[in-house]
């Protein structure tokens, strides 16, 4: 399933809507060491203490993550991200969207 499946919100996906934790714990991401993606990812995921985070009233959180620009920080959580990479590659999930995946794992263990 791709992320745009299951961050998809149609109109009659409405009534479910608050259902959001039980599709988070359904997030796997398959972490590849040699990949350079990921490794940025587990970088920026050691910085998690420097986030600003919005949780929203049905417990979903999005995370603003500083970007290497000065003054910048991405909206994310783990299906979506503000940065020029996840607008331009759509499908496959950005540093900072692995990083929020990173960490939340973490959070969870
Ligand atoms: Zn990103």
């Known amino acids: 399933m791709s992320k745009r499946e299951q961050a998809g919100v149609t109109s009659t996906d409405l009534p479910v809507a ?3 934790d039980k599709q988070v ?8 060491l ?21 949780t929203t009233p049905d417990g979903h959180t999005v995370y603003g993550i500083p ?9 994310v959580d783990e299906y979506n991200c503000s940065c ?3 607008t331009f590659n759509p499908g ?3 540093k900072h969207v ?8 973490l959070a969870a263990a």
Do not use: E, F, M
């Open 34 to 54: 040699s990949d350079a993606r990921t490794q940025r990812a587990i970088v920026i995921a050691a910085d998690a203490g420097q986030w600003a985070r919005c």
């Open 67 to 75: 970007s290497s620009k000065p003054n910048v920080r991405y909206l």
């Open 18 to 20: 608050n259902t959001w």
């Open 84 to 86: 020029p990479d996840q």
């Open 25 to 32: 714990s359904t997030v796997n991401t398959v972490i590849d």
């Open 98 to 105: 692995t990083a929020v995946r990173i960490h939340q794992a």
């Open 92 to 94: 496959r999930a950005c």
